[in-house]
């Protein structure tokens, strides 16, 4: 039977590593077809829009869906995120992006194997922002001030903070459910509830209730600051990793860098009904159209969309090709002690390179 996936090559390196990771899954022999959608700026120079709403019923319709990155505007001009659009339209609620050290010269720290975990619809990162100078974010100054005078300046912008009592209690139960089937050890709940005590505190209370259902499995809680000196230090103590939705953007970036960089960094969405895979790392449109860009992270995440479909065989087939590849130095330039390194490979040799392994 074939299976229909969602492909959305977004923009940047997006369509040269998607188009590296199709053909190593065409080569698995896997029988798939691919209903290529486009979003962000490719979608901009067709229809106006950067995310169509035929992207959406694409993904609801397949149910699972490979993703390139997306270019996000740095700044107060452009359009919104793009991915966080994506993620809450189609209420992916939870990211999960697997730090795991592979054979090969490139990793900054051995013996590194973790899942960052984190919610995707709350918190700073749902873009609840208020203008400065504008009538709405006067009011809240206000407001703020009846009870703290003088702590926000008039002239400041606003970037809302919110955490529900639902969300958390789903993002960890899910953390504890897949640490479970992965026959994971311990869960750690990340936070900064000494400082946010109405948000953090309420996740924190939320994955408390969650682990006092789930006993099996170890449970503890980190300050987001020490778990950053922590993993540097002592990666090894930690397993599952579950917090809010900015400090998991953070928190994965970091454990990303102790393997060798969110080039080789896979994630998954996940939401009622669907599945979104995607590399950690971003657009990088200074790269687009050069050929050096590392498919290593989209390659591994279609693995993991292999192993969500049932597809075992194949998807370790790909990840051993991969590692195979890093086992042997045969690396994209961004792995590679110089940059300049002649014997960097580029997207489309590396993966040749997992094609004839695999």
């Given amino acids: 039977m074939i299976r229909t996936v ?22 698995t022999g896997v029988a798939l077809a691919w209903d290529v959608q486009q979003i962000g700026l490719p979608a901009i120079e067709q229809s106006g829009q950067p995310l169509p709403l035929s992207v959406l019923e694409s993904v609801r319709t ?10 996000t505007p740095v700044g107060r001009t452009g359009f919104r995120s793009v991915n966080a659009a994506l ?4 209420d992916l ?4 992006r697997p730090c795991l050290g592979r054979p090969g010269p490139h990793a900054a720290v051995a013996g590194v194997d973790l899942l960052v975990i984190r919610d995707t ?8 922002e208020l203008e400065a100078q504008s009538e709405a974010a006067s009011e809240v100054i206000e407001s703020v001030g009846r009870h703290d005078r003088g702590v926000i300046p008039p002239d400041a912008g606003l970037s809302i903070k919110f955490t529900t009592s639902q969300a958390s209690r789903r993002v960890a139960t899910f953390a504890f459910d897949y640490a479970r089937r992965l026959e994971r050890g311990k869960v750690t709940v990340v936070h900064k509830a000494s400082v946010m005590r109405c948000t953090d505190g309420l996740f924190l209370e939320a994955a408390r209730e969650v682990a006092g259902r789930n006993r099996d499995i170890g449970f503890d809680e980190r300050l987001v600051d020490n778990l950053c000196g922590q993993l540097v230090r002592r990666s090894a103590d930690y397993d599952v990793l579950v917090m809010p939705n900015m400090y998991g953007d953070l928190i994965s970036d970091l454990a990303a860098g102790l393997i060798g960089g969110t080039g080789i960094a896979p994630g998954a969405n996940y939401g009622p009904g669907v599945s979104l895979f995607e590399a950690a790392h971003g657009s990088a449109p200074r790269l687009a159209g050069t050929g050096r860009a590392n498919p290593a992270g989209v390659i591994l995440s279609a693995a993991m969309m292999l192993e969500h479909i049932g597809e075992w065989d194949a998807a370790a087939r790909v990840i051993s090709g991969v590692e195979a590849m890093l086992a042997e130095g045969m ?16 997207t489309q040799e590396f993966a040749d390179g997992v094609i004839e392994r695999m």
């Avoid at 699972?64 to 997306?70: C, E, Q």
């Avoid at 993620?87 to 189609?90: G, N, P, T």
């Avoid at 609620?93 to 999960?96: G, H, M």
Wanted: aromatic share 4%; no cysteine.
């Fill in 87 to 90: 993620r809450r339209d189609l």
């Fill in 331 to 346: 690396a994209t330039y961004d792995l590679k002690p110089r940059r300049d390194d002649p014997t960097a490979l580029g």
């Fill in 62 to 71: 397949n149910g699972v869906a490979l993703k390139g990155p997306v270019s």
């Fill in 93 to 96: 609620f939870v990211q999960v």
């Fill in 6 to 27: 969602t492909l959305i090559p977004g923009d940047g390196i997006g369509p040269e590593i998607t188009d590296a990771a199709r053909r190593v899954l065409d080569a």
């Fill in 121 to 128: 619809t709350e918190d700073l990162y749902a873009g609840i």
